[in-house]
């Protein structure tokens, strides 16, 4: 397969101008509102090690656990996202995936088992995330997002990963995300590729100033393995820690993309479109 099928099935940065390159605008690490809620004991003992953390600690753990974040759709990538938070203590999870589970997706989509086929994914999904953390709560929605419920369901989370497959379904939620100005951690994978890039409205690029169109060549159906999607997957989980603590310095501006046929990381700066049909109006 030619080399550059990433760039035509994963949204890239723009061409700029004249060729320049984007010059990243360093700014602090964006906060959002959380209403931090304190740990029971057993919260403590199950979340010590990671409390640990420098710059972390038992006052960003409250906010992970005052915290929702809406995983749209649990599958490959989804379902890995929600796994993780989970595990660090979020304290509310919204799933939005439609569709009952297949063979097909038993090769990565972790939270989906056999004696679930022919059954509701997010139904699966909860499941398997109550017996790793009971007291998470769960807003199971067996919907994909669209653009008659991107509004309603986006409402009901304080941080959004988008992990859908069909640009329809990223822009309706780029849309809501920038109008209800909520961040937007952007998780995509093609193959042995993948890409993350974190949006903040009125500070950074959004995914209409990457991709105005949805890329003519793109499939429903394409190359995945579990271990591409399961590890974009994981740095989806953490930059939504990272933005609901305040840890460290999230990928707002810039893009991380790789290719594990090689192990080759990379990260660029990007622009906004001062003409983005999208974001072109919201100010800094």
């Known amino acids: ?3 550059n099928t990433f760039d035509t099935h994963i949204p890239q940065p723009p061409a700029l101008p004249g060729g320049r390159a984007a010059q990243h605008e360093h700014s602090p690490p964006p906060s959002i509102m959380i209403k931090s809620q304190p740990l029971t004991d057993e919260e403590r003992a199950t979340y010590q090690w990671q409390m640990w953390t420098p710059g972390f600690g038992e006052a960003g753990q ?3 656990r005052g915290a929702s974040v809406l995983v749209s759709r649990v599958g490959g990538l989804g379902s890995v ?6 595990a660090a203590g979020i304290g509310k999870l919204v799933l939005a995936h439609a569709g009952n589970v297949k063979h097909s997706d038993l090769n990565r989509q972790l939270l989906m088992t056999h004696d679930w086929l022919g059954k509701p994914r997010v139904e699966s999904a909860t499941q398997r995330l109550l017996e790793l953390n009971p007291r998470l ?8 997002i669209s653009e008659e419920n991107a509004q309603r369901i986006v409402a009901q989370a304080d941080v959004i990963v988008d992990c859908a497959p069909l ?17 937007l951690i952007e998780c995509a994978m093609y193959e042995l590729e993948g890409q993350i890039t974190t949006i903040i409205p009125g500070k950074t690029p959004c995914l209409r100033c990457l991709h105005p169109e949805p890329p003519p060549a793109w499939k429903r159906e ?3 393995f579990g271990a591409v999607s399961g590890t974009v997957g994981c740095m989806g989980a953490m930059e939504a820690i990272k933005v ?9 501006g810039r893009m991380v993309t790789y290719d594990l046929r090689d192990m080759t990381f990379r990260r660029r700066n990007l622009l906004r479109n001062p003409t983005c049909a999208d974001c072109g109006n919201i100010g800094r």
């Open 167 to 183: 640009f329809e379904e990223r822009f309706a939620m780029n849309r809501q995300a920038l109008a209800q100005r909520k961040p």
């Open 1 to 3: 397969m030619e080399k």
């Open 244 to 252: 609901i603590s305040g840890l460290g310095e999230p990928l707002a």
């Open 81 to 86: 996202v929600a796994y993780e938070l989970a």
């Open 62 to 64: 409250e906010k992970l």
């Open 222 to 224: 394409f190359p995945v």
């Open 137 to 144: 709560e769960i807003e199971p929605i067996g919907e994909n």
